[in-house]
C-alpha cells in the first residue's frame, strides 16, 4: 500500500503551543519499516487544486500571508511560508491518496484530515479542506463521479459539511462528540452525536450506521478521515473510546468496504492524547490495518485472476 507523507516540512510553532506537530514524525518513523507500505512524497497541492474548494482571496491571502489577524486567529497557527508548503503537501497527500486508492483499493496520507476548512476561511488546525479539494480534482478530471466522507474523528467535520451540502454525488457522514469543538455544527449527509464519555460499545454501533449508510451512495471511492482523538486518554477527546475499540472502528471501515468493492482513502485528521505515543499508536495501527485490506484485496484479485 502507498502512504504519503510530509512531515519533514516543519511547521515552526512556539513551545508552548499544544498542537502535536511531531506526531507526524513519530508516525513515519513508527511505520517506515513495514514491507506492506511504500511510503512517498506528495507534491504540492496548485493553486488550481485549492481554488476548485477555496475563494481565490483566501488561497491568495494564504499564500502572501496578508491572512488577517482574525483569520490567523482561527486557523491557530502562526503564519509563515513554512504553514503555506506544509498545508499545500498535506493536502498533495490526500489527492495522491485518493489516486492509489482508486488503482489499487487502499491508499493513505499520513496527514491530512483537516475538515474543519471552509471555502473562505480555515478554522480549527486547519488551513485547508484536502479531502474537498481531492474529491473536487477527481471530479475535474472525470475521475470519480460519486464519492462519500465518513469522517470518524470526534470533531464534526463541519468544514466537509458545509462544502458539499449541494452536492448529490457526495455523502458526509460523521460520528462525533455532541458535547464538542465545533459547538456551531453544520449539518452533514448523517450526524451521529455522542454524549461525553460514550465508550466502545456506543462509538462502534454508531460507526457500523454511518459505515453503512456511505456505502448505500455506491461510492466510487470512500474517504475515512481516522481521527485518533475519541480516545479516552485524549486532552481534547471527551469520549471513553479504548484502544482496542479504535482498532475495531478500523477493521469495521476496511471490512465492509472491502465487502463492497469500495476503495478507501485514509487521512490521519486529530489526535491529542496526553502522552503523544498514544495518539501515534493509535495512528500507525489505522496505517497497518490499511495496508493489510490492501493486502487482501491484491490477493482477491490475483486468485480471480488465476480462476
Known sequence: MRAYYCDHFVLPLPPSHRFPMEKYRLLRARIAGDFDIELAVPDPATDEMLRRVHTGDYVSSVRSGRLS????????????????????RSVGGTVLAARSALAEGVSANLAGGTHHAFAD????????NDVAVAIRDLQAHDEADRCAVVDLDVHQGDGTAALFRDDPGVLTVSVHGAGNYPFQKESSDLDIALPDGAGDHD?????????????????????FVAGADPFTGDRLGRLAVTKQ???ERD???????????APVAVVMAGGYAHDIE???????????AAARSARRREAARTTEAVI
Open 69 to 88: 489577524r482574525e483569520r490567523i486567529r482561527r486557523i491557530g497557527f502562526p503564519w509563515s511560508p513554512q504553514l503555506v508548503e506544509r498545508s499545500r
Open 121 to 128: 476561511h480555515g478554522d480549527g488546525y486547519c488551513v485547508f
Open 203 to 223: 462509538f462502534l454501533r454508531a460507526v457500523e450506521i454511518a459505515v453503512r449508510r456511505a456505502l448505500d451512495h455506491d461510492p466510487d471511492l470512500v474517504f
Open 245 to 247: 475499540g479504535l482498532l
Open 251 to 261: 477493521a469495521l471501515v476496511f471490512e465492509l468496504c472491502g465487502r463492497d468493492g
Open 278 to 288: 498514544d495518539t501515534v499508536d493509535i495512528h500507525a495501527a489505522t496505517v497497518r
